[in-house]
């Protein structure tokens, strides 16, 4: 099976503009998770889902980001407008069924870089 | 509430053993635990559930203390393959898991 994939695996722009990270889970899983991981902060949830609809956002850092799971399939992370300090890198994982005996398997992830 | 881990970084020579603490401040569910290399995605070793149950994956095994609230991670005979970066994540009876900050390891021949 494929496993959790996403995309741009690097992303380089400049301060202010609008990035969108891509996400697309594991087939059949029904929870979806958005990571940011820096030296500083360590692993970071951001923002999941669980069937298409977001439960827990509270981890997103401002009104600048936004998440989207328009369907089963997919996600989206979207920063706008972009700012240095957003420099990470970005993870999606996912995981089907409740928490405590099941997994999550993460994407290669996303390397954002702010200029 | 993120789960404190200890030590931050171990070096090893191979053939060594380490072990690696997870505690918490909340009443644990569950603990999971995983192994990331450097420029990689984290991946799943195993899941501790609430019991004290302890499990194993190869030399690597783990143990659960419902009461002290913590879990340790047990490398035994390490091999090069083990240096990377472990995280434990700590399921508090929802849906999410809180990452600990990591422990950084390197195993060198």
């Known amino acids: 099976d494929a496993g959790v994939i996403q995309s741009p695996r690097h992303e380089v722009t400049e301060m202010g503009q609008e990035v969108t990270l891509r996400c697309k889970p594991i087939?059949?899983?029904?929870?979806l998770f958005w990571y940011r991981q820096t030296m500083m902060r360590g692993l970071e949830l951001l923002i999941y889902?669980?069937?298409?609809?977001?439960?827990?956002d509270s981890g997103m850092p401002e009104d600048r980001f936004s998440a989207k799971m328009p369907n089963a399939s997919f996600s989206t992370l979207k920063i706008q407008p972009s700012e240095p300090r957003d420099s990470a890198v970005y993870f999606c994982?996912?995981?089907?069924?409740?928490?405590?005996?099941?997994?999550?398997?993460f994407g290669d992830g996303t390397r954002l870089s702010i200029l | 509430q993120q789960p404190v881990q200890s030590p931050q970084a171990v070096i090893l020579r191979e053939g060594e053993d380490a072990v690696i603490n997870c505690s918490s401040s909340?009443?644990?569910?569950?603990v999971h635990w995983y192994r990331q290399k450097h420029g990689e995605a984290p991946v799943f070793l195993m899941i501790?559930?609430?019991?004290?149950e302890q499990k194993g994956h190869e030399k690597i095994s783990a143990s659960f203390n419902e009461k002290k609230q913590q879990s340790s991670l047990y490398l035994t005979a390490s091999q090069l393959s083990y240096s990377g970066t472990y995280f434990c994540?700590?399921?508090?009876?929802?849906?999410?898991?809180?990452f600990g900050t990591g422990t950084r390891l390197q195993v060198f021949p």
């Open positions: 889902f669980n069937n298409n609809v977001p439960i827990d």
């Open positions: 994540g700590t399921d508090h009876n929802t849906d999410k898991l809180i």
């Open positions: 994982a996912s995981r089907q069924g409740w928490n405590s005996n099941q997994p999550q398997h």
């Open positions: 909340k009443a644990l569910y569950s």
């Open positions: 501790l559930l609430k019991g004290g």
């Open positions: 087939s059949g899983h029904d929870y």
